[in-house]
């Protein structure tokens, strides 16, 4: 950890904590963790002892703790609001799990908190700072695959119903649209430069009430489609076609995609296979970092505009299918 400049507070301490532990500690620029806080410090014990930093038994502790240059909340949907906050208001640099929140009114509270405050405050959209999407939106700006049409995008998995976990209760942001549909409703904001002009969404229900996988279209005003869905009950291929007039892009596992292939006609043209160690987590928080320490107090490719937007459109996602 002799090269680690930028210490971390983590508040949760469940798997994506791990999983983010596991890329940061060997493939970050300078990021490491400096303190962790859980609800339960049994758990926060375990992470430190499995991966550095001090456990600590309360929120503010871990916030005050030796090294602590910025926050990464990774607790339940509904705890994002109070924790991130609790940070930025101390003008501590936040980062925090996607989504964000639970409500647009919640999110715009926590911007507005972070502009008050000065602080730097990002949703953890880690899949636009992939570089094989980065790759994608790339080609696309060149004009590769002509005009935009369309977009095909699915994140499914099966998870077994259970009302106490977190994927079905509702009382912690449970559902597939919170849980899985934030990465395709993001993915179509970073492919398509506009807001889409009519939102329509279906959904299948679990026994109590949360959704258990839906289907969204997002038609725009200049012209195209997106097909969306996502699912907490059967597993589907996570792969994403992106259409033009002239050919199409297809990203395998989009949300964390180490390859992109692009067609012309139907032949393919090129192939873009990066070499990055991990699953990719150390591109978000090393970005994280370099804003920080330049100053800066939002991120170029997850703005605070780009992060309302996407809880807009999930907003009227489930008011669609709702109704």
């Known amino acids: ?39 339960n410090f049994e758990h926060a014990q375990k992470l430190a002892d ?19 240059k910025a926050v990464y909340v990774c607790t339940p949907h509904t705890s994002h609001k109070d924790r991130s906050i609790e940070a930025l208001k101390k003008g501590l640099p936040v980062l925090v799990e996607k989504p964000a929140a639970t409500t647009l009114a919640d999110l715009q509270e926590m911007v507005d908190t972070a502009h008050a405050n ?25 004009g590769r695959i002509g005009k935009l049409h369309s977009l095909q995008a699915a994140f499914s998995f099966h998870a077994d119903f259970n009302p106490k976990n977190r994927l079905y209760d509702p009382s912690l942001g449970g559902g597939a ?12 904001r ?47 291929p996570d792969d994403c076609l992106i259409s033009g007039e002239k050919g199409f892009i297809k990203l395998e596992k989009f949300w964390a995609s180490k390859k992109a292939r692009l067609f012309v006609g139907r032949d393919e043209v090129d192939t873009f296979v990066p070499d990055f160690p991990g699953e990719g987590f150390q591109f978000e928080f090393d ?34 299918f709702r109704k």
Request: aromatic share 8%.
């Open 1 to 39: 950890m002799a090269n680690k400049d930028f210490g971390l507070c983590f508040i949760g301490s469940g798997g994506i904590a791990r999983r983010v532990l596991a890329d940061l500690s060997k493939h970050s620029e300078g990021c490491y963790l400096a303190s962790n806080f859980s609800r």
């Open 50 to 68: 499995e991966c550095g930093g001090i456990a600590c038994k309360t929120a503010e502790e871990a916030l005050s703790a030796p090294g602590v």
């Open 118 to 142: 000065k602080a730097f405050f990002m949703e953890g959209m880690w899949t636009a700072h992939n570089p094989t999407l980065r790759k994608a939106v790339e080609w696309i700006k060149e």
């Open 177 to 188: 649209l919170y849980d899985v549909g934030v990465y395709v409703i993001a993915l179509s």
């Open 190 to 236: 970073l492919i398509f430069p506009e807001m889409p002009s009519e939102i329509k969404a279906v959904a299948d229900f679990a026994q109590n009430g949360v959704d258990s996988q839906c289907a969204i279209s997002l038609k725009y005003p200049g012209g195209g489609i997106s097909r969306l869905f996502c699912g907490i009950t059967s597993s589907e």
């Open 287 to 320: 970005a994280m970092r370099n804003d920080v320490l330049a100053g800066r107090t939002e991120n170029a490719l997850v703005p605070h505009a780009f992060s309302l937007s996407v809880m807009e459109i999930m907003a009227k996602a489930e008011e669609s």
